[in-house]
């Protein structure tokens, strides 16, 4: 009895394929570009309706947060320049507090990148907007507990590059071949034996501008702040801007 009926079951999956089998065709896709330009009509219904959101934002964007006393650019500094200094100096004033209540521990030092900062900061009244002209990124601080090693590679980097990256909490020396002939964190002379707290951005912890030492830290600490709304905050709680090339980092002839 068992044969026939493994005769029917092959016989019948055959006739099921046989009903369910088609034919397939490629299909020919073409498309037209159609460009976004003023020869486009602007859809009055909707342009209606955004224009309160549109005013709204661009009053929030454009409120006055804060006076900048000079005006402020990243080409202006061998290797610190004011503009550098104070998004260095943003940093470790507004994360700083949050990174400590989180933690116990206390930011040591911060180091950005000069290629960050997108714009300048004019003289006058800055808004939001500057803020945003200035990291249109969506870039978080971190901060990454690294190696007295690994501190003294990220000197080494700094040497090579020889750029005025924003720096906060640390004081280098360099001599006329730019190596470095002394660093300082907090007031003491780098330990190569003992781990420092270093906030960043996420994108340079991840070898951003080929920050290698940042890789692999002993701990990584995400502070949940945006770089750009610590400087909206910043503005915010300040009356005046005080930015200056300082000697964080300086030539020793």
């Known amino acids: 009895m068992k044969k026939p009926q493994?005769?029917?079951f092959v016989l019948g999956l055959a006739a099921l394929i046989s009903c369910n089998s088609k034919a397939y065709h490629n299909a020919e896709i073409t498309s037209d570009r159609i460009p976004i330009d003023q020869a486009v009509e602007e859809d009055t219904a909707i342009a209606n309706f955004i224009q309160p959101y549109k005013e709204h934002l661009n009053a929030t964007l454009d409120s006055t947060l804060a006076y900048n006393p000079a005006y402020l650019s990243k080409s202006e500094g061998t290797l610190n320049t004011a503009i550098g200094n104070l998004m260095a100096d943003i940093v470790m004033e507004q994360a700083g507090p949050v990174f400590l209540k989180r933690t116990g521990n206390q930011i040591d030092m911060v180091l950005l990148n000069q290629g960050g900062i997108r714009s300048t900061l004019n003289q006058g009244n800055i808004s939001a907007r500057s803020a945003y002209a200035l990291m249109?990124?969506?870039n978080e601080i971190v901060v990454a507990e690294l190696s007295g090693s690994k501190i003294l590679e990220m000197l080494r980097y700094l040497e090579d590059a020889g750029t005025p990256h924003p720096l906060s909490g640390i004081k280098i020396r360099v001599n006329s071949d730019y190596k470095v002939t002394r660093a300082e964190i907090?007031?003491?002379e780098i330990d190569s034996s003992r781990n420092y707290f270093v906030a960043t951005s996420d994108y340079l912890q991840q070898g951003g501008d080929?920050?290698?030492f940042f890789k692999d830290p002993v701990a990584?600490?995400?502070v949940?702040?945006?770089l750009r709304n610590a400087i909206i905050d910043y503005f915010s709680k300040v009356d005046t801007l005080d930015a200056k090339i300082d000697d964080r980092y300086i030539l020793i002839k």
Do not use: A, T
Request: aromatic content about 16%; overall charge negative.
């Open 224 to 226: 949940d702040y945006k």
């Open 220 to 222: 990584l600490y995400n």
């Open 210 to 212: 080929n920050m290698d």
């Open 6 to 8: 493994k005769i029917i």
């Open 186 to 188: 907090n007031g003491q």
């Open 136 to 138: 249109p990124f969506e």
